[in-house]
């Protein structure tokens, strides 16, 4: 039984040195306030919970999925969130169009970081289950990372993913 | 590409039909309230998103984690929900003790599934990573099942649970 998990670990472990510590407990004994899966990025929009249920709803839907790496503490997250959620234009083709997943921690599928774990970065997979590594922001060291004057390139991007693959069977 | 993920595709596709239909889609044009990460299983507890989530949170804090797989439209899983929630014992242990994870899609993990994939099922994880099959319920045909009923059992497994095991090195 701990084999089956070992590389998991290991994977983890590369991961967590990656990303500083985890997110902070919230205080004890304060009233919580219940985490939403939207994490601010569209509070009116449905958002997958995990990779798996993500890939069986694009899968199902036919509809592309768009993966969000994001952190908590981190500037450049909460800004491009920030300017994700009053984009009118984002949303809405968002809600219609994607299957939607935001996540804090990274998974263990090697091709939703075409060029290493960063954050925020954001990844298109085709209904076909094939992670559209060909659509990229502006930047080239970072080429899945968006910033908050990026947004029309996003929406041009999700024009991209709309686009179906051909499934060659 | 596409290899990578036609694995994962395989899975899916066994899940998906043991499973019935995915969640309804909430209604368009009605204001949507925000999906919560507890869905209802207590909403003062802190909930991890994601298995590998919640592995790493386990491994790096040594607390045991505690995953329900259960379904929205399954009336054991709406019980046992309901009881666990209002249940205050359970709430404090799982709130002091445990890493938490609440699904309603299966992973990819086989040893989340020791005798099949059915809801409600709980099952237990060491810090060690290694799945705690040996913690079960009274139900022999499905060894991980729990009924409102028996509340007072999970509590008591709750606490084995706590006696981590001792890794060897």
């Keep these: 039984m701990m ?8 994977v983890l472990m590369a991961i967590s ?11 004890k004994k304060e009233k919580r306030v219940p985490q939403t899966l939207s994490r601010g990025w ?6 997958a919970q995990t990779y798996e249920e993500a890939l069986y709803k694009s899968h199902s839907s036919n509809k592309p999925l768009m993966v969000i790496f994001h952190l908590e ?3 450049h997250s909460s800004a491009l969130k920030k300017a994700f959620a009053n984009h009118k234009e984002i949303q809405k083709i968002a809600d219609e169009d ?23 970065r954001i990844l298109f997979v085709d209904p076909s ?13 970072r080429l899945y990372a ?21 499934t060659e069977l």
Excluded at 129 to 141: E, F, M, Q, S
Aim: overall charge negative; aromatic content about 8%.
């Design 129 to 141: 289950l094939t992670v559209r590594a060909d659509i990229t922001g502006r930047y080239g060291n």
């Design 146 to 166: 968006y910033e908050p004057s990026d947004l029309h390139l996003l929406l041009s991007n999700m024009h991209k993913a709309k686009k179906l693959l051909k």
């Design 17 to 27: 040195s990656s990303m500083g510590k985890p997110e902070k407990q919230a205080e």
């Design 98 to 120: 994607f299957i939607l997943l935001n996540l804090l921690f990274e998974t263990t599928d090697k091709h939703l970081s075409p060029d290493g774990q960063y954050v925020p």
């Design 3 to 10: 084999k089956g998990l070992l590389a998991v670990l290991l």
């Design 73 to 75: 503490d981190c500037p």
């Design 42 to 47: 569209g509070d009116e929009l449905i958002w």
